[in-house]
């Protein structure tokens, strides 16, 4: 039995984590004071203050049994890094050692950063690398096999000082935000406002598998998916598992992943099944930006080694089995005043509140004048097997706003000025003992890819396995710069009314061609998105050009979150990533249909083959076996020429030059390649004796967990 069940949440909550109470218990006054007007306001940190910080996280951290200290970053990689460094430093004397930990250390780090995605901004021979501290989200410990480690939560620059990760350049476009909303805020007569954050609550979808069935596929082991596999006889169409009771196993391993998490502070909240069977989802409390991002990458790390610890694995691709739903990872965004406005709240009345109608068009302005951008932001290979396929937002993206405010929406556009709101209804069960309660005022969209869900805005493009850093980086900058531009007109009128309702009607006329509040899912959109010239943007490589217009450099620049040459950067790192992992994915099928999946077809064949000589000698009717036969020599014929174009064509793709064309060639040729390799396979599967099948199958791996 875990040691924690006996105590309650709150003894061990936050346990692991250098916080606020942690951080006043242990530092002088004077430091503690100086070090919250850093996280607070931005102040410059002094080397005094850090040394003094430093040598108190030192003592509380070896107190918790940590010997080393890393500094953690999130590189463009998607996931995090880190180089673990000892406390240790030899005595002078005694041959003894002794402990230490230097403001310095705590500051900045160097790791030999040349390995590192730098899309050019940094040559091998050029290998400086800075991590500097992020304040602003806390140090914490992890246990694992490798003992304790001090993590340090970090941002990674070049040494010209340019972004080589996730995190700089979000919480450059927090502060672009902060500033704007400001100005936005003060328009309104707010004097109390100091500080403007956005919030996130990042959904993560995942699912869970046996560990030593995972380990008889090569597929999973190489891509995290499968690259075969025939449907099972039952699949997800009972919708009996979406928020279905929590199997043992499972219920086992949400536990410990609850504690681990909570003991790091992260609020892990909601858990229940997932529409496709052994898949799961674990919500957190919502948080600031930059501390959702650092806690979503928590979230999956923990995941995966508990999982592991316990025979399982976790998947956190975005499409681990064709055919039934892939996952996601929906990223709740709201923005909220150090004074307690959420400007995404429209409050009971959202014909009176005006600060909310601004919001509201600017937003609608900044999506749809970005929409290539955040479409761009949710890209990754795993999600080009999700995205638009039914199952999960479409590829175009479009605003849900619901009946309520799509209402306030029409009446702006009418005359400029919301006079009424729909109110919502009473909810009648029509038994009597059930009460009756007041229902939302809008009802959800699940098909919508950007929804209103009350007082935020749900993303829900976002891949379950991506980082949520650049989605966000994204929406905030998008914000910004609409927010910006309404201050510069509002700011400048004379008559504030006037000029107020004059922006609101013609933001709202101009962008309300992205509010779509019906059926994402059906083709009558899409048609209709493409008529509002709305972009659509299919896959990874379609959307990675969108980083480099001019558009997003003009805005990118102006706010100091992406310079032009970062963004070039990013973008040529995007279309080599997308060329290795889809070359991954083919070379793992090319292994595993040339030295597995073909010779047990042909094993079989043999046994098939054994059967018709003996029937036919022993003169019985070998009809049906001769059939057999012949269906399987002919699907084994066109996997092998199947296979044979993917591995030409694979040798081509890879002797091209990376970038867009390189990139384009996987996605037109090798995909289809992969496809037409797949589908006899599959189809074999359904009919080669399962004692001559390689691999455990879809329904030993959904539904045997
Ligand atoms: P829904 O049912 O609409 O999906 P939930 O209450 O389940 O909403 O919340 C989903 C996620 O959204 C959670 O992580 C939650 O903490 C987060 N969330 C709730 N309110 C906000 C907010 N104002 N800003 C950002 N995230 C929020
Ligand atoms: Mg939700």
């Not at 597929?219 to 043992?248: C, N, V, W």
């Not at 199952?391 to 000025?417: H, R, T, W």
């Not at 292994?591 to 010779?599: E, F, G, T, V």
């Amino acid at each position: 039995m875990s040691e924690t069940i006996t105590k309650s949440i709150s003894d061990f909550f936050g346990e692991d984590v250098f916080n606020d109470a942690v951080m006043q218990a242990r530092l002088p006054k004077k430091v503690y004071n100086a070090l919250k007007k850093t996280m607070d306001e931005g102040k410059e940190l002094d080397m005094a203050t850090a040394d003094v910080v430093a040598n108190a996280m030192k003592d509380w951290a070896i107190e918790k049994g940590a010997t080393h200290y890393t500094h953690w970053f999130q590189p463009l990689t998607g996931i995090t890094a880190e180089k673990h460094d000892s406390f240790i430093s030899p005595a002078k004397k005694d041959g003894k050692v002794l402990m230490e930990f230097s403001g310095k250390e705590l500051v900045k780090g160097e790791p030999d950063a040349s390995s590192f995605p730098s899309g050019g901004l940094r040559a091998t021979f050029e290998a400086r690398g800075y991590t500097a501290w992020d304040c602003t989200s806390p140090a914490f410990i992890r246990h694992d096999a490798a003992g304790a480690i001090l993590c340090i939560p970090t941002a990674f620059c070049s040494y010209t000082g340019e972004a080589l990760d996730a995190k700089t350049p979000l919480l450059r476009s927090m502060e672009a935000l902060n500033t704007q909303a400001l100005r936005l805020l003060k328009l309104f007569g707010n004097t109390t406002a100091t500080h403007v954050t956005t919030s996130v609550g990042a959904e993560q979808e995942y699912f869970l598998v046996d560990r030593s069935k995972f380990l008889q596929r090569k597929d999973l082991i190489y891509t995290g998916h499968t690259l075969f596999g025939a449907m099972p006889p039952k699949g997800q169409e009972l919708e009996d598992q979406y928020f279905g009771s929590i199997r043992e196993r499972v219920g086992a391993f949400m536990k410990v992943v609850n504690e681990e998490l909570w003991k790091l502070g992260v609020c892990a909240k909601t858990q229940h099944n997932e529409v496709a069977p052994s898949q799961h989802e674990l919500a957190p409390i919502y948080s600031e930006t930059n501390v959702a991002v650092d806690q979503n990458q928590l979230m999956m790390e923990t995941m995966k080694k508990v999982a592991e610890r316990q025979g399982l694995m976790c998947l956190l691709h975005e499409k681990p089995f064709a055919g039934v739903n892939g996952s996601g990872k929906h990223d709740n965004w709201s923005i909220i005043s150090n004074d307690g406005i959420n400007l995404l709240d429209p409050g009971k009345k959202p014909h009176e509140n005006l600060l909310f109608q601004l919001v509201l068009v600017c937003l609608l302005k900044a999506i749809d004048d970005h929409a290539d951008l955040l479409r761009e932001s949710a890209a990754t290979v795993g999600n080009d097997y999700r995205l638009g396929a039914n199952e999960a937002p479409p590829a175009v993206l479009s605003v849900f706003l619901g009946e309520q405010i799509q209402d306030i929406l029409d009446q702006i556009i009418a005359s400029g000025n919301a006079t009424s709101t729909k109110q919502s209804e009473l909810l009648k069960t029509g038994v009597a003992t059930l009460p009756d309660f007041k229902k939302d005022a809008t009802d959800r969209n699940r098909t919508s890819p950007f929804a209103f869900t009350g007082n935020k805005f749900e993303f829900r493009m976002v891949g379950s396995s991506a980082s949520i850093a650049e989605p966000n980086t994204v929406l905030n900058t998008i914000t910004a710069e609409a927010f910006c531009e309404a201050c510069d007109e509002l700011e400048k009128a004379d008559d504030f009314d006037a000029a107020l309702k004059s922006l609101l009607k013609r933001y709202a006329t101009e962008h309300q061609r992205i509010v779509f509040n019906g059926n994402g899912y059906s083709d009558e959109w899409i048609d209709e998105a493409a008529k509002r010239g709305l972009p659509n943007l299919k896959t990874m490589v379609d959307s990675i050009p969108s980083l480099t217009t001019e558009k997003a450099k003009k805005m990118f620049e102006k706010f100091g979150v992406f310079t032009a040459k970062e963004l070039e950067s990013r973008a040529e790192i995007k279309y080599e990533d997308y060329a290795k992992e889809v070359n991954i994915e083919a070379r793992t099928m090319i292994d595993m249909a040339s030295k597995s999946l073909i010779p047990s077809c042909v094993k079989y064949t043999k046994s098939l083959a054994d059967t018709v000589i003996a029937l036919k000698e022993a003169g019985a009717d070998y009809s049906l076996a001769k059939e057999n036969l012949d269906e399987v020599v002919s699907l084994v014929t066109s996997a092998k020429a199947a296979l044979k174009a993917l591995i030409a064509d694979t040798d081509k793709a890879a002797a091209l030059e990376a970038g867009l064309d390189q990139a384009a060639f996987y996605r037109d040729i090798i995909k289809n390649d992969m496809a037409a390799l797949r589908a006899p396979i599959d189809t074999l599967e359904m009919i080669v004796d399962k004692d001559y099948w390689p691999m455990p199958s879809y329904g030993d791996l959904l539904f045997e967990v």
